[in-house]
């Protein structure tokens, strides 16, 4: 590489390279030509200041489902964000000896559901509202959620 | 005494509470909507929760989403501040059965002032001056027109749900019944879902006084003297002095016993306002009671020399009343509400403030949520700071207030600031010879510009 400048081919390749593994920051110095690549973190918004909620049991019916918050679309990548609806708690599954509804690598279908979560002693299902396959989990289960905080990401299926 | 309180509010109000409650000792949790992430409320409490989008209902007004952020962030009390949900019996009877204190009174008095036909009865049988008119709701237009006929022209129609000047129509003559009837009706359905009218006889030249009320869970119930509310505009305070220079020693008796009376004779537990129409004779009439905290409070707190916040919360964590019989009222206290709002037309001015100085120096109070770079959202009121003096005279108050005013700079939204200067260079304001018309002179002037 020392013997040639870098050029735009170079560059386009280190922005793949920086996608494929997951790096938000890179920056490489060759001869006194100096490059610095830096891409958006698609990471949540700060997590609440609040002290870890114990997992409380999932008592009753889950209740009608909600359509998901207001939806970010990241049109490059193909990612669709789930955000919460409400405040409340999240819960990966129906009830803790439950298998989780979906994992990272998952296809998901329009309406099905994604988690649930319990506000005012009411289970909240919230769906996915694409179809694709979950990238992204953000939240932890049992943990709280306040609204509009991502919850999923979703990989648009590319058609 | 609780641990930890949620402020289900925004903007000034919501820092008011903060420091009374970080005074106390307890923990806080700020609630805010996508638009008021950068609110000054959110940086300053010890816990934030983002409960709604921009609009009011979706956000401050969302009663689920913010019980199920006070259970989350195991905040024991609630406090409402002014507006939203401060007078919505219904939330402060939801956080009772959650468990959470409602720092206010009894979800039973709220409902009972909440009614205006209702709490006007209810005064009456309390021996409190009301202004004649139909004892209970009108239900017709011909029975409207038998009472205005019996009581004489001018008439106000009210709705029975009402506040903030909604549904409200004021009658000169019977020709104008009819359409201002119904318009009064329409106007109280969609803003009330109640179509509930009221009339009461129509006093032109009278003043708005208001008496500030403190009461405890054990009985003790407490007056703190006046507010001179008339300098308002469209039912919207602009600005509040006490003492009020009409009010004498004789009539502060009477009508902070009237209001004592009153809130002992309903079992009122809080801190609350019971508003009066003055006449020229100085009699005084019950106008309506709100059941929370005014935003004109600083100046009875400035006088008084008390926290009436931090009362507020002892009293709702079941303390008595700490407040002594013997309080006296020290000089005079002025409060101008600034606002970001075209000094001219009064068209709200949202935008970024690009530069702000408010004022200070002895006997110079500003509660504000305001700082440079903010983006005021249009969601919401437009209250940007509310500055308030104290001074040992009337004259000294007026004088301190306009070099306070002199010295607040604002850049990138328009504001009040020169409304505020006018009036109080006014002969008739600093002679204290005004009522609720007198802003009329300069929305009429306003109105020749067109």
Redesign the interface.
């Known amino acids: 590489m020392s013997d040639k400048k870098i050029d735009y081919e170079e560059i386009t390749k280190l922005v793949s390279f920086l996608e494929e593994k997951h790096l938000t920051h890179f920056e490489l110095e060759v001869e006194g030509f100096k490059i610095k690549i830096s891409r958006a973190q698609s990471a949540p918004p700060s997590p ?4 870890s ?1 114990e997992v409380s049991s999932v008592e009753g019916a889950a209740n009608s489902a909600i359509p998901s918050g ?1 939806v970010v679309i990241e049109e490059e990548n193909h990612l669709h964000f789930i955000t919460s609806p ?4 999240f819960y990966r599954a129906s009830d803790p000896n439950s298998p989780p509804f979906v994992e990272i690598g998952e296809e998901v279908k329009k309406s099905q559901t994604l988690c649930i979560i319990e ?2 002693k009411l289970m909240n299902e919230i769906e996915s509202d694409v179809d694709g396959i979950i990238s992204e989990i953000y939240v932890e289960n049992g943990k ?1 959620v ?4 991502r919850l999923f990401a979703i990989q648009l299926l590319v058609v | 005494m609780f641990s930890k309180i949620l402020i289900a509010n925004r903007g000034e109000i919501a820092l008011r509470v903060i420091r009374a409650a970080k005074e106390l000792g307890l923990k806080t949790v700020a609630v805010y909507s ?1 638009s008021d992430r950068n609110s000054l409320h959110t940086m300053l409490a ?8 921009a609009k009011a209902s979706d ?1 401050y007004l969302n009663i ?6 006070a259970e ?3 905040a024991d009390a609630i406090h409402p501040g002014y507006g939203f949900l401060a007078e919505n019996p219904r939330f402060a009877e939801i956080c009772e059965s959650s468990g959470i204190t409602f720092v206010g009174p009894q979800a039973a008095m709220i409902k009972l002032m909440g009614n205006k036909s209702l709490a006007r009865q209810e005064m009456k049988r309390a021996r409190v001056p009301i202004i004649s008119g139909s004892d209970k709701v009108i239900e017709d237009l011909s029975e409207a027109k038998k009472i205005a006929k019996k009581m004489g022209f001018p008439v106000i129609l009210k709705a029975a749900a009402g506040g903030g000047g909604k549904g409200m129509r004021i009658v000169r003559t019977s020709a104008q019944l009819e359409e201002q009837f119904n318009l009064a009706q329409n106007e109280a359905r969609s803003a009330f879902s109640d179509p509930s009218l009221y009339i009461e006889k129509y006093l032109a030249s009278a003043r708005h006084i208001e008496i500030q009320v403190v009461a405890d869970k054990h009985g003790n119930v407490l007056a703190l003297g006046e507010r001179e509310c008339s300098i308002q505009r469209k039912h919207q305070k602009v600005i509040e002095e006490t003492p009020s220079p009409f009010v004498d020693e004789r009539l502060r008796k009477k009508m902070t016993k009237a209001a004592e009376d009153a809130a002992r004779y309903i079992g009122y537990q809080s801190l609350g306002t019971f508003e009066f129409l003055v006449d020229e004779k100085k009699r005084f009439y019950f106008m309506e009671a709100n059941t929370r905290v005014q935003v004109e409070h600083p100046i009875t707190e400035m006088i008084y020399n008390v926290d009436l916040v931090k009362e507020q919360i002892r009293i709702a964590a079941g303390e008595k009343l700490s407040f002594s019989r013997d309080l006296e009222m020290r000089g005079h206290s002025l409060e101008c509400r600034i606002n970001a709002e075209d000094p001219e037309t009064f068209s709200p001015s949202p935008g970024t403030i690009d530069f702000i100085l408010l004022p200070g120096g002895q006997g110079v109070r500003v509660d504000s949520a305001a700082y440079q770079g903010w983006k005021i959202p249009p969601d919401y009121d437009s209250l940007i700071a509310k500055i308030a003096v104290l001074a040992p005279s009337r004259p000294e108050a007026i004088r301190k207030m306009q070099t306070a005013l002199e010295m607040t700079t604002i850049v990138g939204i328009k504001s009040n600031l020169p409304l505020h200067l006018t009036i109080l260079s006014d002969s008739d304001f600093t002679a204290g010879r005004y009522n609720t018309q007198f802003m009329e002179r300069y929305q009429t002037k306003n109105n020749n510009h067109k």
């Not at chain 2, 689920?64 to 952020?69: D, E, F, G, K, Y």
């Open positions: 609440m200041k609040i002290a909620q207001p409400m405040v409340g708690t506000a005012m709280p306040e609204y509009g905080q | 996508e010890d816990e934030k929760v983002c409960i709604g989008p956000s689920p989403n913010i019980l199920s952020a989350l962030t195991k």
